[in-house]
């Protein structure tokens, strides 16, 4: 990223959490619609660039939306390898989530 993209997107996300409030924002980057488009903002690929996101979101006053990546680095954190253990958090997280929504459309 080029440091006006970092520029461009501070004030947007900053304007953005002022007039939706961080809760809304939240909700709106977790939705389904937007999770593809924003996927590359919170990326969770490798180590380094959960870190940046991380610390990026972080600097501008607006960590809390960069939870499950903390998550994902706690939990790759313990493993040696940082791309292979991210990888695996992901498949795992992944599999655990599709059980999830199968158990949820058995019990309706």
Same mark, same amino acid.
Do not use: Y
């Given at each position: 990223?080029?440091? $006006?993209? *970092?520029? +461009?997107? =501070?004030?947007? +996300? /900053?304007?953005?959490?002022?007039?939706?409030?961080? =809760? =809304?924002?939240?909700? *709106?980057?977790? &939705?389904?619609?937007?999770?593809?488009?924003?996927?590359? %903002?919170?990326?969770?690929?490798? &180590?380094?660039?959960? *870190? +940046?996101?991380?610390?990026? +979101?972080?600097?501008?006053?607006?960590?809390? %939306?960069?939870?499950?990546?903390?998550?994902?680095?706690?939990?790759?954190?313990?493993?040696?390898?940082? /791309? /292979?253990?991210?990888?695996?958090?992901?498949?795992?997280?992944? !599999? $655990? !989530?599709?059980?999830? !929504?199968?158990? $949820? !459309?058995?019990?309706?």
């Amino acid at each position: 990223t080029t440091s $006006s993209s *970092r520029i +461009f997107i =501070k004030v947007i +996300f /900053q304007e953005l959490s002022e007039n939706w409030g961080i =809760k =809304k924002l939240l909700e *709106r980057l977790k &939705s389904p619609e937007m999770e593809q488009n924003v996927a590359g %903002l919170f990326p969770a690929d490798t &180590s380094k660039n959960v *870190r +940046f996101a991380v610390n990026f +979101f972080t600097a501008i006053g607006l960590g809390v %939306l960069t939870e499950d990546l903390r998550k994902i680095l706690a939990k790759a954190g313990n493993r040696p390898g940082g /791309q /292979q253990a991210l990888e695996e958090v992901e498949s795992t997280e992944a !599999s $655990s !989530s599709d059980s999830d !929504s199968s158990e $949820s !459309s058995d019990s309706s």
